[in-house]
């Protein structure tokens, strides 16, 4: 762990080694696998299926998190692999809706990894990630209605944020904290 980055107002986090960017790229893709898979079998287990994991938004939590400590690169590439990796393990996410939350995550990651650094409040940054990915998810859903013959709904974006407020309230809770956690053992 190397330099320290532009100083923010809540957290400075170091700009970390390539090795360490993978590392932590490969510890958040297990991490996004593997959370929905805990938050599904819960699901089955209560009787809710897989509302749950659509309520909680698992897989968002790592790889917006990964964006946030290890920079863009590792963000953008663990929102890339996570969704294919557990649809190739799990089939999950499911493959009409694959594309789309690939772009998604693709996009958390990255913004993260953007604006780990910047100089305002990290809540604040929490919400400018949600709002670039679940927009970019948005378009890219408009333009898979309008190219290719309605294949998924447009409602289905406001259904999302609507069945997802709980994991997004989550993600307002739980990221700025981890970030703080980590940036003071640095």
């Known amino acids: 762990m190397t330099n320290v980055s532009r100083a923010s107002k809540d957290y400075v986090l170091p700009k970390l080694s390539i090795k360490m960017q993978t590392l932590s790229a490969i510890i958040a893709i297990i991490c996004a696998v593997v959370l929905p898979q805990i938050i599904h079998t819960i699901g089955l287990l209560s009787g809710s299926n897989s509302a749950l994991g659509e309520i909680l938004l698992p897989m968002h939590l790592p790889i917006i998190v990964v964006g946030f400590i290890a920079g863009p690169y590792a963000g953008a590439l663990t929102g890339l692999l996570a969704p294919a990796i557990s649809f190739g393990l799990t089939a ?5 809706m694959l594309p789309f939350i690939t772009i998604e995550m693709t996009c958390y990651g990255l913004a993260a990894g953007l604006i780990r650094n910047a100089n305002f409040n990290s809540l604040i940054k929490v919400l400018i990630v949600q709002i670039v990915g679940r927009t970019v998810r948005a378009v890219a859903i408009l333009a898979g209605f309008y190219l290719f013959a309605g294949v998924v709904a447009p409602k289905i974006i406001l259904t ?3 069945v997802g407020f709980v994991g997004i309230l989550i993600q307002w809770i739980v990221v700025p904290n981890i970030i703080k956690s980590i940036s003071k053992v640095e």
């Not at 999950?92 to 009409?96: A, K, N, R, T, Y």
Request: hydrophobic share 50%.
């Open 92 to 96: 999950m996410p499911g493959q009409l």
């Open 160 to 162: 999302s944020i609507a």
